[in-house]
Nanobody, 123 residues
Framework: QEQLVESGGGLVQAGGSLTLSCVASGRTFDTYVMGWFRQAPGKEREPVAA????????YYTDSVKGRFTVSRDNAKNTLYLKMNSLKSDDTAVYYCSAGASGLTALRRDYDYWGQGTRVTVSS
């Protein structure tokens, strides 16, 4: 199966920026739609962003539109999430996910998940 490893999380001040990365093992990265989800303590895991196989189409949840950018480099088996203008509500564990469906924000449509990387925004 595809294995996903996130990195890049940490502590950042409100208004700052972070870029998360997700590296996939195997040779099938470019066959997957990729997504980012996040989960804050006591809350459900929610979609953040998703990107099509070729990277031409993206999805963002309303709360991050204009602040976050999702991208991918298929040659490097890597997914990215550039996060700007961070605020306290962005504090969560961020998970990378891989699926074979079309662009979707539904957890059930993704087949593989990383272990997550924690983002903490201080104010």
């Amino acid at each position: 199966q595809e294995q996903l490893v996130e990195s890049g999380g940490g502590l950042v001040q409100a208004g700052g920026s972070l870029t998360l990365s997700c590296v996939a093992s195997g040779r099938t990265f470019d066959t997957y739609v990729m997504g980012w989800f996040r989960q804050a303590p006591g809350k459900e895991r929610e979609p953040v962003a998703a990107i099509s196989r070729g990277g031409m189409t993206t999805y963002y949840t309303d709360s991050v539109k204009g602040r976050f950018t999702v991208s991918r480099d298929n040659a490097k088996n890597t997914l990215y999430l550039k996060m700007n203008s961070l605020k306290s509500d962005d504090t969560a564990v961020y998970y990378c996910s891989a699926g074979a469906s079309g662009l979707t924000a539904l957890r059930r449509d993704y087949d593989y998940w990383g272990q997550g990387t924690r983002v903490t925004v201080s104010s």
